[in-house]
């Protein structure tokens, strides 16, 4: 069954997304913990991350950090968290959020995103990519 993912990803809904490679995308939350929460989503539907074979792990984690540090540098923060939960969709998902304090984890906080600032958060993580020498492939 095809995941809501894999219909963002192929286009079928709509994505603020700041990578795509050919294993992987990243887009915005749309229910984001902070402005700038990010997801990096591998295109195989694979659920669980024990699944995940070696050499996509490693480019995820790689695709992380050039975005992280993307949100380092627009937001700032004491520290970029990454975790992974998965609970909500089927389909291996790698959260970045910037945070300064545990609680900016806490997906009870989480709030329905405005499309447009999510669309211009989506433009400043990708010229910041950019600027740090990194193609986002958007």
Request: net charge negative; with cysteine; charged share 20%.
């Amino acid at each position: 069954m095809t995941t809501l993912f894999t219909r963002i990803i192929d286009g079928e809904l709509p994505g603020t997304f700041v990578w795509q490679d050919e294993h992987c995308v990243a887009f915005l939350s749309i229910q984001p913990l902070r402005p700038g929460h990010t997801l990096v989503v591998p295109r195989q539907e694979i659920d669980h991350w024990l699944d995940c074979p070696a050499d996509l792990r490693d480019h995820l984690m790689a695709v992380c950090q050039h975005i992280a540090r993307a949100i380092d540098a627009e937001w700032s923060p004491a520290k970029v968290g990454l975790m992974i939960a998965g609970l909500e969709v089927p389909h291996l998902h790698v959260h970045l959020v910037p945070m300064w304090a545990v609680h900016d984890l806490d997906f009870a906080r989480a709030q329905p995103g405005d499309h447009d600032e999510l669309e211009e958060i989506g433009s400043r993580l990708r010229r910041t990519l950019v600027a740090l020498g990194t193609d986002p492939g958007v």
